[in-house]
T-cell receptor, first 113, second 111 residues
Framework: DTEVTQTPKHLVMGMTNKKSLKCEQH?????MYWYKQKAKKPPELMFVYSYEKLSINESVPSRFSPECPNSSLLNLHLHALQPEDSALYLC????????????FGSGTRLTVV | GENVEQHPSTLSVQEGDSAVIKCTYSDSASNYFPWYKQELGKRPQLIID?????GEKKDQRIAVTLNKTAKHFSLHITETQPEDSAVYFCAATSFTDKLIFGTGTRLQVFP
């Protein structure tokens, strides 16, 4: 399996809702990432997990809460989001932390209303 | 930290022509330079990459060149086809550091 699977593909949520994004990989990669991508912009790093431990938090607001239950799964819990948080949320994994060998998931298109 | 500049931001070519996208980086410690293609609404996909110990790499119609002295690298697409239309991102990193993306180039290939 050489894929990173993200669910759901699309999500519409209100500003008072709580929802979660899920990401799964079975390539044995030990680093996993959350990126946020706005239209016509490059992906923007949010969080890095390395060996299931949070390695990097790019000063992301606390309304985004990551979780890595095991080496294959990565979640992003969302609460009290703002309309400006609407974006494509991409998960990625790589063999180890760093820039080499990235595989991106298809993303979750999030709309906050 | 690393900073990657990418030019042009948009590029329009006729089918069959060549396209060149250029990137410059700031950190001399960077040693890995991937290129990603992102079609509308889809994931970024790695199309070619180059390491700092290599000056040029080619894969069919796609090639990447690297000038370490000048700290710039370029993507070359020959014999462009309409399906090459997408946004292309360059990136730079050392193997143990964050991947830093360029700002992207929207390539349009007209039939």
């Amino acid at each position: 399996d050489t894929e990173v699977t993200q669910t759901p593909k699309h999500l519409v949520m209100g500003m008072t809702n709580k929802k979660s994004l899920k990401c799964e990989q079975h390539m044995g990669h030990r680093a996993m990432y959350w990126y946020k991508q706005k239209a016509k912009k490059p992906p923007e790093l949010m969080f890095v997990y390395s060996y299931e431990k949070l390695s990097i938090n790019e000063s992301v607001p606390s309304r985004f809460s990551p979780e890595c239950p095991n080496s294959s799964l990565l979640n992003l819990h969302l609460h009290a989001l703002q309309p400006e948080d609407s974006a494509l949320y991409l998960c990625a994994s790589s063999p180890s932390e760093g820039g080499y060998g990235y595989t991106f998931g298809s993303g979750t298109r999030l709309t906050v209303v | 930290g690393e900073n990657v500049e990418q030019h042009p931001s948009t590029l329009s070519v006729q089918e069959g022509d060549s396209a060149v996208i250029k990137c410059t980086y700031s950190d001399s410690a960077s040693n890995y330079f991937p290129w990603y293609k992102q079609e509308l609404g889809k994931r970024p996909q790695l199309i070619i990459d180059i390491r700092s110990n290599v000056g040029e790499k080619k894969d069919q119609r796609i090639a990447v060149t690297l000038n370490k002295t000048a700290k710039h690298f370029s993507l070359h697409i020959t014999e462009t086809q309409p399906e090459d239309s997408a946004v292309y991102f360059c990136a730079a990193t050392s193997f143990t550091d964050k991947l830093i993306f360029g700002t992207g180039t929207r390539l349009q290939v007209f039939p």
